[in-house]
Nanobody
Framework: QVQLVESGGGLVQAGGSLRLSCAASGRTFSNYAMGWFRQGPGKERRFVAAISRSGTTTPYADSVKGRFTISRNNAKNTVYLQMNSLKPEDTAVYVC?????????????????WGQGTQVTVSS
C-alpha cells in the first residue's frame, strides 16, 4: 500500500512559479511510476505529467510542455512538479498518483493510489 500527500500549492500571479511535492509512505516507492493530474469539481482527472520508475520516461501534457518539469527522489520517497510561467488556466487541484505497473503513464485509470490534492490558483 502507498499513501500519498501533496504539498506546495497556493496562490500565485500569472508568470510565477510553484513547486509541488508528493510524499509517499511505504518502502516500495521506487517500484511505482508516478503521475500528476488535474482534478476537476466532479473528480475527473486530466493528465499533466508522469515519470517512470527509472525516471527516464517523462511524458507531459501538451499544455504544460516547456513550462513544467517532473522529477523524483526515490531516497526521499518524493515526486516533484516544478511549475514555471504559470497561467490562469493552470488553476486546478493537483493530485499525485502511483502506478504499480507503469505502462500507460498518461492514463489516470491505470493508477493504483491517489493523494488528496493540493490547490493551485493562478491569478491574472
Amino acid at each position: 500500500q502507498v499513501q500519498l500527500v501533496e504539498s506546495g500549492g497556493g496562490l500565485v500571479q500569472a508568470g510565477g512559479s510553484l513547486r509541488l511535492s508528493c510524499a509517499a509512505s511505504g518502502r516500495t516507492f521506487s517500484n511505482y511510476a508516478m503521475g500528476w493530474f488535474r482534478q476537476g469539481p466532479g473528480k475527473e482527472r486530466r493528465f499533466v505529467a508522469a515519470i517512470s520508475r527509472s525516471g527516464t520516461t517523462t511524458p507531459y501534457a501538451d499544455s504544460v510542455k516547456g513550462r513544467f518539469t517532473i522529477s523524483r527522489n526515490n531516497a526521499k520517497n518524493t515526486v516533484y512538479l516544478q511549475m514555471n510561467s504559470l497561467k490562469p488556466e493552470d488553476t486546478a487541484v493537483y493530485v499525485c498518483a502511483a502506478d504499480r505497473v507503469g505502462v500507460r503513464l498518461t492514463d489516470p485509470h491505470v493508477y493504483d493510489y491517489w493523494g488528496q490534492g493540493t490547490q493551485v490558483t493562478v491569478s491574472s
